[in-house]
């Protein structure tokens, strides 16, 4: 099947469905454009794997971890020109997962750095494994955004012993430019860091000008330092079938990865393997179809909102400014304008909102009409004299 613009303009009806983004705001007029998840129509190929497997009776125990693994290794081969081990790569249930399985292979009472402003998940990690978080503002001048490495090295602990980081990166949709990739390594060498890299936007390219580097690749040196998670979750919009790669090139961290998920993480299951096996295969224009109409997407998002957010070079995210309009409740402002939003604050910044851009077009420039009209009244009430 050759998909196209017409299939991404399908209205896909969620209900009743114990869909997350949807049923937050049940029963309402809003339109949820907050949490990570396209409401596109998941691939014809990958479920039509899942429906395959399903028509055999039982569901046992499974292995598929052969296939996945050589599913994954040829993906990166044709992706990205990168042949790695299969030797190398660990599954697990998801990339959230994965980042607090990496945070338990360091010592007791160690602490870890994580820039800023960054996907939720990531805030938690410390917390989650009694470690010390030392969250780092990222460099940032006129919405571009860059890992401060003065700032980082000024907040280094004796007993820090990583740096936690999203390439691309979420919230703000910015993919680290070959520079940083240039001196991440001198960082995380000089000060003994495993860096730890959650890959799983890199199929979205917005900017034709732009690639995703994958940073095992791209920094050699680094190879014994690294722990990079993928995913096709976000690609082929499968988010609740939990199956992510971990690749680590170091036998011994790889060990401890594994130890510490013995007993208490269950290796992945046989529809979310077949899944992910069928998106690591795909010879179809998915792809590259969902990335020209996420384009299309941002650019009318960018037309409406102008200097309020900055062009992603990746994702399908928009970080949109809104400290100017001293509101109190983002999140409750703009639902009371019909929109669900991400309030900032929980990625680290709450100068902004994170706005979802994946979805139908006809969906989107409704969700455009209520941000126009939310941005408005709330630049009218700042300049009403109180």
Not at 34 to 48: E, G, K, S
Not at 64 to 92: A, C, H, M, R
Not at 158 to 181: H, K
Not at 303 to 308: D, K, M, T, Y
Request: aromatic residues 10%.
């Amino acid at each position: 099947m050759l998909y196209d613009k017409a299939y991404f303009d399908q209205i896909v009806d969620r209900s009743n469905t114990g869909s997350k983004k949807w049923d937050k705001y049940k029963n309402s007029e809003v339109i949820p454009f907050w949490v990570a998840d396209m409401d596109f129509a998941t691939p014809n190929f990958i479920l039509r794997s899942i429906q395959e497997r399903l028509n055999h009776p039982v569901m046992g125990y499974s292995d598929y971890e052969p296939q996945l693994n050589k599913s994954f290794t040829k993906w990166l081969l044709k992706k990205f020109d990168w042949e790695i081990d299969p030797g190398w790569v660990t599954w697990t249930p998801g990339v959230v997962p994965g980042l607090n399985l990496a945070a338990r292979c360091l010592l007791p009472d160690s602490s870890i750095l994580v820039p800023t402003p960054i996907y939720p998940p990531f805030l938690e990690i410390a917390e989650n494994t009694n470690l010390d978080g030392i969250p780092t503002k990222m460099k940032e001048e006129n919405f571009e955004y860059s890992l401060d490495f003065r700032l980082m090295s000024e907040k280094l602990k004796p007993e820090t012993q990583a740096i936690f980081i999203s390439n691309p990166q979420n919230p703000t949709g910015q993919s680290l430019s070959s520079n940083e990739l240039d001196v991440l390594p001198k960082f995380v060498l000089e000060n003994n860091l495993i860096l730890v890299s959650d890959e799983i936007h890199c199929d979205f390219i917005l900017n034709n000008s732009c690639a995703h580097l994958p940073i095992i690749k791209q920094c050699p040196s680094l190879k014994e330092q690294v722990i990079s998670l993928y995913s096709t979750a976000k690609t082929y919009n499968i988010p609740g079938l939990r199956c992510a790669a971990a690749v680590i090139p170091n036998s011994n961290l790889r060990d401890r990865f594994r130890k510490v998920m013995t007993g208490i993480v269950p290796s992945v299951g046989p529809l979310e393997s077949l899944a992910s096996i069928a998106a690591f295969s795909d010879e179809t224009n998915w792809s590259s179809e969902l990335n020209d109409y996420l384009k299309t997407n941002v650019s009318l998002l960018k037309q409406a909102l102008g200097n309020r957010m900055r062009m992603p070079e990746s994702t399908y995210l928009a970080w949109i400014y809104i400290d100017d309009l001293n509101l109190d409740d983002p999140e409750t402002y703009f639902a009371s304008h019909g929109l669900g939003i991400s309030p900032g604050y929980l990625f680290g910044d709450n100068r902004f909102i994170r706005f979802n851009f994946a979805c139908p077009k006809s969906l989107l420039i409704d969700g455009i009409k209520r941000l126009n009209i939310a941005i408005g009244e709330a630049e009218e009430n700042k300049l009403r004299p109180k």
